[in-house]
């Protein structure tokens, strides 16, 4: 049974009466997707370790005349995950949209070690795999249930800055693939999000020196379109493979980077 906060907006949207699950709600393009599927008309679970981040962007969604609830969860705490997907099983029937964003950086070049590629690989890997794996009951109860990965242009093409960052994203690519395949005879269709450089609160304190204009600058010269990526920019993709207007795509790539992987 949904508990939500607040009530949907008035004249609907296309995700109108739907449930959407999205992590890393908080900040950035979480955050941009959370308000865009609830305004949208879905009721938002939206889940962050930040937690007061989190109640923010449920308090603009209730704001606005939408519906939404905050979960305070370190889901790479893997007893912190099992409480919350217990306790979202526990509250609700059904889940529409599961929209699995959470990620991190992790270590740069090759400076590295067995921890810091264990925990990258827990954030960026497991949790999404861990998330879907629990919630595949309550996506076969919505008859046309959209899972939504983040991985990343990284998965793509690679970087050399973020080696095992973009294994990891690649590795995102590969299960959503597969799950594609698995769940399709569940009516359950699943896509994965490819952003380039975004300009994210978290993206802007990677970068030290206070250098950050010039790099974005510089970087953006390296783009087709001009320019990175507002959070909004993938929002709006995401809303679209939330969707039925992407009801006959399943198992796509869909790079979100100005162009960059075009050539």
């Known amino acids: ?10 004249g609907g949207g296309v995700l109108q009466g739907k449930t959407a699950l999205v992590t890393a709600a908080a900040s950035g393009m979480g955050r941009a997707g959370a308000l865009l599927f609830a305004a949208q008309g879905a009721h938002v679970i939206a889940a962050d370790v930040n937690g007061q981040g989190c109640e923010d962007a449920v ?5 606005a005349g939408g519906s939404a609830e905050a979960h305070t969860v370190d889901l790479g705490d893997r007893e912190a995950l099992d409480a919350f997907l217990t306790a979202v099983e526990t509250t609700h029937d059904v889940i529409d949209v599961l929209y699995n964003h959470v990620g991190i950086t992790g270590p740069t070049r090759l400076d590295f070690d067995a921890a810091a590629w264990d925990e990258c690989m827990r954030v960026n890997v497991w949790v999404p795999t861990a ?25 793509i093409s690679g970087t050399a800055a973020l080696p095992v960052y973009a294994a990891s994203k690649g590795a995102v690519i590969q299960f959503m693939k ?16 490819c952003p380039g450089l975004t300009n994210t609160a978290g993206m802007r304190s990677a970068f030290a020196g206070g250098l950050i204009e010039e790099t974005l600058a510089a970087f953006a010269k390296s783009v087709p379109l001009g320019r990175v990526a507002e959070p909004e920019d993938v929002a709006t993709v995401a809303l679209f493979l939330a969707s039925d207007a992407s009801k006959y795509m399943t198992g796509t790539v869909l790079p979100v980077d100005g162009g960059v992987t075009a050539g």
């Open 1 to 10: 049974m949904t508990a939500p906060a607040g009530a949907a907006p008035a």
């Open 59 to 63: 308090a603009e969604i209730v704001r």
């Open 131 to 155: 998330v879907t794996q629990r919630l595949v009951p309550l996506l076969r109860r919505s008859g046309s249930a959209s899972i939504i990965f983040t991985s990343s242009q990284a998965g």
């Open 178 to 193: 597969s799950v594609a395949l698995l769940l399709a005879p569940d009516g359950i269709r699943a896509n994965a999000i």
